[in-house]
């Protein structure tokens, strides 16, 4: 029997390529450096990306048929070519992003979504070019507050790559698992598949020139901190709690988290939400309906400082589930405690760029 390259190509064209649903020789893949040797054929199939997610299946089912429809004995060697450049090492991802901020609790349920939401918003009110990245892959929030719930970020070619465009609102660019999955399905992965999603999100997105990169970390302690901390070198952390004290608790659980000797992420400070309620028709009284001062307690001890105290106000539910944060609007009391939030966080951000060296990523050895 003779090997000659018509014979592959037939083989080769029985292959779907699920990223285009065409077969190998129709989507081009097949690059043009095959090799034939007696029995032995080698040849290279160019993917989009060195991450695509079809690249192992595609290539074993072309060695398939190629055993299938040529023979048994052919010895088949494919190698792989990109026709987008590689993802950049870890330590060189985002050059042009100035601090990382992760905005985390110990718990759910205490508004650190809003806090996240409303601290990037009201960054960008301050003139600086700012990021949001939700990072809760099983419980994505930020397209409902941003109101962008049926946006569709597109691709865009850059440098050689294939990146994710984010979607901008208020100043603020956004990307969020959200937008990738059907919001009325429970997204059912394991640890890794979150991972990965996330790390597309943060490496394979044209981020571009930022101030300010908030992460909306997910409640409590997981595999996605972990993925956060090994894929960036966090600037520092932001701590949401309310005052009451199973709150407290878990916020400890969270600063000792990063306050880990192997992880070594600096406390930006505390930030008090729901610190007592307000009503509209009488916005002069607070009744601290969760605890009184229980974060500033907390900070005190801790010695970080507590950045903010949020009140409880009806309209900032409104105006989240609305799609249009307080922070939108300096006008209303809650709007100005966001603005001087977020002044806070450019001062001790500051300070600590001063005073500490900059952050590493987390080394996980195996």
């Known amino acids: 029997m003779t090997l000659y390259p018509k014979l592959i190509l037939d083989a080769l064209a029985t292959v779907t390529y699920a990223g285009t649903k065409k077969n190998l020789v129709e989507s081009e893949m097949v690059a043009d450096n095959m090799r034939i040797d007696g029995m032995k054929v080698s040849f290279s199939l160019i993917f989009p990306r060195d991450t695509d997610p079809f690249l192992k299946s595609t290539v074993k089912a072309a060695e398939a048929a190629i055993h299938y429809h040529v023979g048994k004995d052919v010895e088949v060697s494919i190698s792989t070519e990109y026709t987008s450049k590689p993802r950049p090492e870890l330590d060189k991802l985002l050059p042009q992003v100035k ?5 985390s609790s110990g718990k759910g349920g205490v508004g650190k979504s809003t806090v996240a939401a409303n601290l990037a918003i009201a960054l960008a009110r301050l003139g600086y070019k700012v990021g949001l990245l939700d990072t809760d892959i099983f419980g994505p ?26 979607i901008e609102k208020y100043g603020v660019k956004l990307l969020s698992i959200g937008f990738f999955v059907n919001p009325d399905t429970a997204t059912l992965w394991r640890g890794g598949m979150a991972s990965n999603a996330l790390k597309q999100l943060i490496a ?56 880990n ?16 309620f307000t009503p509209a028709e009488l916005p002069q009284n607070k009744y601290y309906i969760f605890g009184r001062e229980g974060c500033k307690a907390l900070a005190k ?3 970080v400082p507590l950045l903010a105290q949020i009140p409880l106000v009806q309209s900032i539910c409104e105006s989240g589930d609305a799609g249009e944060p307080a922070a939108c609007s300096s006008e209303t009391a809650t709007g100005l405690a966001f603005i001087n939030f977020a002044q ?17 990523r987390v080394e996980v050895k195996e």
């Not at 930020?142 to 984010?166: C, N, S």
């Not at 930006?268 to 729901?274: A, D, K, S």
């Not at 806070?344 to 590493?360: I, L, M, W």
């Open 99 to 103: 601090n990382i901020i992760a905005v």
């Open 141 to 166: 929030s930020m397209p409902k507050m941003f109101h962008v719930e049926d946006a569709r970020p597109y691709a865009v070619e850059k440098d050689g790559r294939q990146l994710i465009e984010p």
């Open 204 to 259: 394979d997105a044209d981020w571009g020139d930022l101030d300010y990169f908030i992460l909306d970390t997910p409640p409590g302690t997981s595999d996605i901190h972990l993925t956060l901390l090994q894929t960036l070198a966090i600037t520092g952390a932001i701590i949401v709690s309310t005052p009451q004290k199973v709150a407290l608790a878990d916020a400890r659980k969270g600063i000792d988290m990063y306050r």
């Open 261 to 276: 000797d192997k992880v070594n992420v600096p406390i930006l400070g505390l930030v008090e939400n729901m610190a007592w």
């Open 301 to 303: 001890e801790m010695g």
């Open 344 to 360: 806070s966080v450019v001062t001790v951000v500051n300070r600590r760029n001063k005073e500490q060296a900059p952050t590493h």
